[in-house]
Nanobody
Framework: QVQPVESGGGLVQAGGSLRLSCVAS????????MDWYRQPPGKQRELVAG???????NYADSVKVRITISRDNAKNTVSLQMNSLKPEDTAVYYC?????????????WGQGTQVTVSS
């Protein structure tokens, strides 16, 4: 019912910028929150930033100031603008979409996009 597809990853030097995008095709259900997670090599997946349908945002302390999340409700897209990237930002970045039928909620994950920051 919902298939998030990420794009925009790649290789960038430290201090550079990248913009990740996620498009979530949805039928029947209504998308509520849209989040970005990341999984660094050898580590657990962690929340980077999230945004509700009303536009409320939350960020991991490690990325505040450097990263901005935004969404377009009409297009079911969420973006992550990342600036001043650091080698420790290297990870696979995943888009997670929470959708509801009005009765129940389900989380859907994208396949992920690799971000590599070289020092």
């Amino acid at each position: 019912q919902v298939q998030p597809v990420e794009s925009g990853g790649g290789l960038v030097q430290a201090g550079g910028s990248l913009r990740l995008s996620c498009v979530a095709s949805a039928t029947i259900v209504r998308i509520t929150s849209m989040d970005w997670y990341r999984q660094p090599p050898g580590k657990q997946r962690e929340l980077v930033a999230g945004i509700t349908s009303g536009g409320s945002t939350n960020y991991a302390d490690s990325v505040k100031v450097r990263i901005t999340i935004s969404r377009d409700n009409a297009k079911n897209t969420v973006s992550l603008q990342m600036n001043s990237l650091k080698p420790e930002d290297t990870a696979v970045y995943y888009c997670k979409v929470r959708a509801t039928t009005g009765i129940e909620w389900t989380d859907y994950w994208g396949q992920g996009t690799q971000v590599t920051v070289s020092s």
